[in-house]
């Protein structure tokens, strides 16, 4: 998921917050740079840890492949649907304030998560969770943008991804060897220390701020939003079990498409006060860096779900050996976006947009051909490390791209609306590849029933003792199919990058704010 790294244009999200309290001393300054690092990372921290659980709690809980989707998608649901509101949120309530109310929601759902005794009580818990994240993710951004003026903003946050960038690749390991030493539990309880130091820190150092022309919540586009999204992952969900011509299934699939033109509508209907402004897709480089990073974003969320699973089931790795497999994406993801920085600067952004994801289409692709109980640094890493590289080559020009092309009086904005659209990619990816799974690992199973070929699924992806060599030879092809689709999507938004975007001399023009 997006959690292995952050979404692109969070930096973005920054640079468009202007107003900040002159007042502050160094001191205060550099304990709310700590409080938004704890905070913002901290939920992309329990999505990278909870991918590398998934495989115990799925047995554990003795959950089929389509429930324990809803581990991560419970999550992912509300944080896409609802980060924008949250950003609204924010600015007119206070950034402080919206802040600790998240950090606390999400704590309480975190121990919540910890104790839970079943799959739908994990479930339910996670959706709560899920809110609390769209409360402070966009607080802790707007609360750093705040604080620091223009001048200092570069600085912090240089400081701010840097050090982000090495929590997150802590992140996977030390969940994995929780998961392996402790139990899946403990990498919810995890997040209760950091959640109370990041509040703390908050109330006591960072001053209070809010936007004096903030509007009022777009709460009917909300809702809608995120109506359409869940039916049309529930109905994604189901396709395992009900097969793709269930009549329920097609009508929920139905729902939700009718759910998110509604959405469109609404925005449309509203305008000033709507939480993604249509306006902005009247620019060609916001539309297809949208598009670029929809594609992106659903082939990284997709690989990096299933990954674990084939390292874990196929491969014979630990918990923590998973977590460390993904190290090296991390690392390259956080430390290799100042180099593409700078290349971007000198040759141009859409170059990279279009190189970028080509070459992560290429590590997806070979991923799909390695097999994972070979020795990692001759299997896996190569892999890894390109995926990693397209990665981090793609995400700054990304970010600078939707902002130039919104222009600064829409920047924030911009921002959150190809934030919101990284997530929910992710969200997509999990049910939709799920679909793709199971009807790969069917058709090479040749199973007489679809009742049948779950139920031997479920096995598989379970750690079941006594599974039919067949089965085994099934998923792994079937994994192979997810990640040849996975590479596919990106190489398309490769395609998009190189030839949607306007030509690089083009961009700084719209740098007026004009839309």
Same mark, same amino acid.
Not at 187 to 192: G, M, S, T, W
Not at 333 to 340: I, K, L, V
């Given at each position: ?107 309480? #759902?975190? *121990?919540?998560? $910890? @104790? +839970?005794?079943?799959? !739908? /009580?994990?479930?339910?818990? &996670?959706? %709560? ?100 999204? #869940?039916? *049309?992952?529930? $109905? @994604? +969900?189901?396709?395992? !079990? /009900?097969?793709?011509?269930? &009549?329920? %299934? ?105 190189? $970028? ?12 051909? %390695? ?145």
């Amino acid at each position: 998921m997006v959690g292995f790294t952050r979404p692109p244009c969070d930096a973005g999200v920054i640079q468009a917050k202007t107003c900040f309290d002159a007042t502050l001393s160094q001191r205060r300054k550099r304990l709310t740079l700590v409080a938004t690092i704890i905070g913002s990372s901290m939920a992309l921290l329990d999505s990278s840890v909870v991918n590398i659980a998934l495989p115990a709690m799925q047995q554990a809980l003795h959950a089929d492949a389509a429930a324990t989707q809803w581990i991560v998608n419970a999550y992912m649901l509300p944080l896409g649907a609802l980060v924008l509101i949250g950003g609204s949120a924010a600015d007119l309530y206070g950034r402080r304030r919206i802040f600790v109310v998240g950090v606390t929601v999400f704590t309480i #759902a975190s *121990i919540a998560c $910890g @104790l +839970s005794p079943n799959l !739908a /009580a994990l479930t339910v818990s &996670r959706a %709560v969770q899920g809110l609390g994240a769209a409360l402070l993710t966009p607080a802790s951004l707007a609360m750093l943008g705040a604080t620091f003026d223009e001048r200092e903003r570069s600085r912090a946050i240089g400081i701010w991804a840097g050090a982000g960038a090495l929590m997150l690749a802590v992140g996977p390991p030390l969940g994995g060897w929780l998961v392996d030493q402790v139990s899946w539990r403990a990498i919810f309880l995890l997040n209760v220390p950091l959640a109370i130091v990041a509040a703390a820190l908050a109330l006591g150092f960072a001053c209070e701020s809010s936007d004096p022309q903030a509007k009022q919540l777009d709460w009917r586009g909300a809702v809608a939003v995120a109506m359409g999204l #869940a039916l *049309i992952t529930w $109905g @994604l +969900s189901a396709i395992p !079990a /009900a097969g793709f011509r269930d &009549r329920t %299934v097609l009508a929920t699939l139905g729902a939700g498409a009718a759910s998110l033109a509604l959405f469109v509508a609404i925005e449309a209907y509203q305008h000033e006060r709507a939480m993604m402004p249509l306006s902005l897709y009247r620019s060609r480089d916001f539309s297809a860096t949208n598009a670029l990073t929809l594609l992106l974003y659903f082939a990284l969320g997709g690989a990096l779900y299933y990954l674990p699973f084939g390292l874990i089931r196929l491969g014979g790795y630990s918990a923590t050996q998973a977590g460390a497999a993904l190290l090296p994406f991390s690392l390259i993801m956080g430390f290799g976006a100042a180099f593409a920085g700078v290349l971007a600067d000198r040759l141009g952004p859409r170059l990279l947009l279009g190189i $970028g994801p080509i070459i992560a289409a290429c590590g997806l692709a070979m991923l799909a051909f %390695v097999d994972p109980r070979q020795a990692f640094w001759a299997s896996v890493l190569p892999s890894i490390v390109l995926l990693g590289l397209g990665m981090s080559i793609t995400v700054p020009p990304l970010t600078s791209t939707v902002m130039s092309a919104a222009g600064k009086t829409h920047a924030g904005i911009a921002s959150g609306v190809n934030n919101a659209v990284a997530r929910i990619a992710g969200l997509f990816a999990v049910a939709a590849l799920g679909a793709v799974l199971f009807a790969s690992f069917s058709y090479h199973l040749a199973a007489p029933t679809p009742a049948q070929a779950s139920e031997a699924l479920d096995a598989v992806m379970s750690g079941q003792s006594g599974v039919r060599e067949q089965a085994v030879d099934a998923f792994e092809r079937a994994l192979r199919t997810i990640m040849l689709v996975a590479a596919g999507c990106s190489a398309l938004a490769g395609v998009i990058g190189g030839l949607w975007t306007a030509p690089n001399d083009a961009i700084p023009a719209r740098e007026s704010g004009r839309i």
